[in-house]
């Protein structure tokens, strides 16, 4: 891996900095690869999860990939245009202006999750602001890691684009590579582990990280449009989503018609209950079995299971398939309500007014999203205003992620720095500030021998 490194940086440094016609092609030729192993990434995707709806994979993942793509390749002008910036009075003869310059090499660590989504956006952006990339895939979607490898060989040579695949051990070792810049995507416990290894270089990161995203109801406003775009947020890819709904607040007075109403929904979506078959299986046992401990963590403390929707007729279960539950009646010391759920659980908690809702969120680590949903108004804006989240939706869920134009990212626990829009392009980007001085110069005249002159002028800038 330093090897590569090694190439990949002496590549970037032998290379004149690209323009924009060079990243506009290097964008087409990975928009051209992605349609030409669509199939092969929808297979491999659908293999490693055991079950994957087709149709997620396209909506979730290769459109938004594409769409991505496009926006960059539109604003590349904008982004890489140098920005003037004003100038001291002392100086006004001269000129100040940013440029943004290429980082060098950038590494990517990618999840399992999204696997093309979230490989293939930083990858783009990365691209787009001029990089070289080396990306280490998930060791938990191996056939999906192996495709994405083969195609991204197939259009870019190893001193552009190059994948590195392997367990914990090869993330590891990856880490620790003197980048110019690397992203991580992934959760917090490893985020931790990945800051603390990029800090032995000085590397400076962009960390995507999750935590436990609220979904706020105000009082009255249960209804199906509502509930149908809670039940979209939370059970696409199964749940295992890193800005899915969470858990729920609920007026306590709505909280009978919000579990039929969801129930309702998740019938509709899926018809054939867990056997549905745009419903999503359980990445790996792992996982399965931890989300089967936190349910039964909670049943054994009081609080009340209810899988929701409908139920398959027969006893036959999908590999690795839990059915769509509501968990009432939590107390807030249980694990699913301090763990990251990550799967298709929804734990309910009431509140009485607003104030409990803010106490509450507020309480806990920032999440990476928070949704609301009820009416534009003060009771909407009191709670934008008193919480911090990385992102915000409002009477929607997770379609904040696919407005390209928009940052990405998390606050605190949730994660650091941001990507997606000009953010992603600056955050791979170094900001170069350039002076260039004037035929006059006022400074020239503040040199040693001070005497007057510099009386003067020191006098008029301490002025009252």
Request: proline share 5%.
């Given at each position: 891996?330093?090897d ?19 990243r506009?092609e290097?964008l087409a ?10 199939t ?17 994979t ?7 990939v ?14 890489m ?26 590494g990517?660590i ?34 999906t ?10 259009v ?18 990856f ?16 985020g931790h ?49 890193c ?5 729920a607040?609920?007026h306590e ?8 109403q ?11 209950g ?26 054994g ?22 059915a ?53 108004d ?14 915000v939706?409002?009477?929607?869920t ?7 134009d928009?940052?990405?990212?998390g606050?605190?626990?949730?994660g ?47 002025r009252?």
């Amino acid at each position: 891996m330093a090897d590569l490194l090694t190439r990949q940086r002496d590549a970037f440094l032998a290379s004149e900095i690209p323009g924009v016609g060079q990243r506009r092609e290097k964008l087409a030729v990975l928009r051209a690869a992605i349609l030409a192993f669509k199939t092969e990434l929808k297979d491999a995707i659908n293999q490693d999860f055991g079950h994957r709806s087709r149709y997620e994979t396209d909506i979730f993942e290769l459109s938004v990939v594409l769409q991505s793509i496009d926006y960059l390749s539109r604003r590349l002008p904008r982004f890489m245009k140098s920005e003037r910036r004003h100038v001291h009075w002392t100086s006004k003869s001269g000129q100040a202006y940013v440029e943004y310059q290429p980082l060098g090499v950038i590494g990517i660590i990618a999840p399992w999750n999204y696997p093309v989504l979230l490989t293939l956006i930083p990858l783009a952006t990365a691209l787009a602001a001029g990089n070289r990339v080396m990306v280490k895939p998930s060791e938990l979607t191996p056939v999906t890691s192996e495709v994405l490898s083969k195609m991204l060989a197939s259009v870019f040579s190893p001193e552009e684009v190059t994948v590195v695949q392997g367990g914990p051990e090869v993330g590891a070792e990856f880490s620790h590579l003197a980048f110019d810049h690397l992203l991580f995507t992934g959760s917090t416990q490893v985020g931790h582990h990945i800051m603390r290894a990029a800090s032995d270089n000085l590397v400076p990161v962009t960390l995507e990280l999750g935590g436990k995203s609220p979904v706020i109801i105000s009082k009255g406003h249960v209804n199906q449009q509502n509930v149908d775009r809670i039940v979209f947020g939370k059970l696409a890819n199964g749940g295992q989503t890193c800005v899915a709904p969470d858990y729920a607040l609920i007026h306590e007075d709505d909280l009978a018609e919000f579990i039929k109403q969801y129930s309702a929904s998740v019938a509709r979506s899926y018809p054939d209950g867990p056997l549905s078959r745009d419903y999503t299986s359980i990445i790996n046992e792992r996982h399965y079995q931890r989300l089967m401990g936190l349910l039964e963590q909670a049943r054994g403390h009081g609080a009340t299971v209810t899988e929701v929707g409908r139920q398959p007729e027969s006893a036959a279960r999908r590999l690795r398939t839990i059915a769509p539950t509501i968990v009432t009646g939590v107390s807030d010391e249980l694990d699913i309500m301090q763990q990251e759920i990550f799967g298709p659980l929804l734990p309910i908690k009431t509140y009485r007014n607003l104030d409990e809702v803010i106490q509450f969120v507020n309480a806990r680590p920032r999440p990476l999203a928070l949704y609301y949903f009820g009416n534009r108004d003060n009771e909407c804006d009191t709670v934008l205003r008193r919480t911090t989240s990385g992102n915000v939706g409002i009477n929607t869920t997770v379609l904040h992620v696919a407005q390209d134009d928009l940052p990405f990212g998390g606050v605190g626990a949730s994660g650091m720095g941001a990507y997606h829009g000009i953010e992603g392009f600056r955050a791979m980007s170094h900001a170069k500030g350039t002076f260039v001085q004037g035929r006059y110069s006022l400074p020239a005249m503040l040199r040693a021998p001070f005497g007057k002159l510099a009386d003067m002028t020191l006098a008029y800038m301490f002025r009252r």
